[in-house]
């Protein structure tokens, strides 16, 4: 059975996704880079968001089951996170990149990253 839903109707879904899985992220500030961490509660990176060029990196983790659920392309995925990015944080969104965070060990440390935590609205 196909289901078809329009496009408003499937961002504002996924958008309640993101809200319900990654409102209350702890957000961890570099102290010498102008990058933020958004860690979720199992204590994984899910999002990067590099301040001198407004990037946000999104974890490959968060796009792949997007595309299995719903089937849409990546591009759609990077701007629905992107919107909803900018929507809870206030942080401009200009490029929305993904990143697999689990080949990066440093950042499941949090080396280098102060340790004030703040949580996304």
């Given at each position: ?21 990654y ?27 590099q ?61 280098r ?6 949580l996304?609205?």
């Amino acid at each position: 059975m196909r289901i078809i839903i329009t496009e408003n109707k499937l961002d504002r879904v996924i958008s309640k996704w993101l809200s319900k899985n990654y409102s209350e992220m702890d957000i961890y500030d570099h102290d010498i880079q102008p990058w933020s961490l958004y860690v979720d509660k199992n204590g994984e990176v899910k999002f990067l968001y590099q301040f001198k060029e407004n990037e946000l990196y999104v974890s490959k983790d968060i796009i792949k089951f997007l595309y299995v659920i719903f089937f849409i392309d990546e591009k759609q995925i990077k701007s629905i996170c992107g919107n909803w990015f900018e929507e809870h944080t206030g942080l401009k969104v200009g490029k929305v990149l993904s990143w697999d965070f689990s080949d990066a060990s440093d950042w499941g440390k949090v080396v280098r990253w102060e340790t004030k935590k703040r949580l996304i609205n």
